[in-house]
Nanobody, 115 residues
């Protein structure tokens, strides 16, 4: 199942951005129990887990984004969000939404942070 991320763009360092991801119709009936996550892949680097949220809304974050990013979910709308605050140039990457552990990768959304 491929989830499509959206909401990326160019933002200045210190600014904010909100990414969204909507579950495709094929998994909406099983979305609520799934652990959902955001991943990112910076140029020349491996893809990494940024944040995850369980069905009980327990969250965990990569150390590099703790205190700045917030993951949330809306089970009624089958959506997952990533609120990015105080962004840094090091946050520049393609961001992907997926389950955790990840399934097939969908289209990511590019976030570019300018200094």
């Amino acid at each position: 199942v491929q989830l499509q991320a959206s909401g990326g763009g160019v933002v200045q360092a210190g600014g904010s951005l909100r990414l969204s991801c909507a579950a495709p119709r094929s998994i909406t009936s099983v979305f609520n129990p799934l652990t959902m996550a955001w991943y990112r892949q910076a140029p020349g680097k491996q893809r990494e887990l940024v944040a995850a949220i369980t069905s009980a809304r327990t969250t965990n974050y990569a150390d590099s984004v703790k205190g700045r990013f917030t993951i949330s979910r809306d089970n009624s709308r089958k959506k997952v969000y990533l609120q990015m605050n105080s962004v840094e140039p090091e946050d520049t990457a393609v961001y992907y939404c997926n389950t955790n552990p990840p399934g097939q990768w969908g289209q990511g959304t590019l976030v570019t942070v300018s200094s």
